[in-house]
């Protein structure tokens, strides 16, 4: 299973993005049943989640994310995505998709996003 990270970059405070994050190797099945996530490591800080969607179809977001960010997935398309709306420079980080079913783990390569105030 290899998780693919697209759609980082930089923009300028109020800006928006959206992060995609396919699944290959995987199949529909797993991917349907397997909880979805997207987090963020900025520089000199520890890894952090950003937003979660459960099989179930339950969503949490970071409490400094609630509005701006929304993730959402494809099943059709193995792909998760997360939306970045309002950005600030607090959001600048490398980004990382995670997909987690039964005791399998797997992650995303990162993709940098920078905001600039």
């Known amino acids: 299973v290899q998780l693919q990270a697209s759609g980082g970059g930089s923009v300028q405070a109020g800006g928006s993005l959206k992060l995609s994050c396919r699944a290959s190797?995987?199949?529909?099945?797993?991917?349907?049943?397997?909880?979805l996530g997207w987090y963020r490591q900025a520089a000199g800080k520890q890894r952090e989640l950003v937003a979660e969607l459960t099989s179930g179809g339950n969503i949490a977001y970071q409490d400094s994310v609630k509005g701006r960010f929304t993730i959402s997935k494809d099943n059709s398309r193995k792909t998760v995505y997360l939306q970045m709306s309002s950005l600030e420079h607090e959001d600048t980080a490398v980004y990382y998709c995670?997909?987690?079913?039964?005791?399998?783990?797997?992650w995303g390569q990162g993709t940098q996003v920078t905001v600039s105030s």
């Open positions: 995670n997909i987690q079913y039964d005791t399998r783990d797997y």
């Open positions: 190797g995987m199949i529909w099945s797993t991917f349907t049943s397997s909880r």
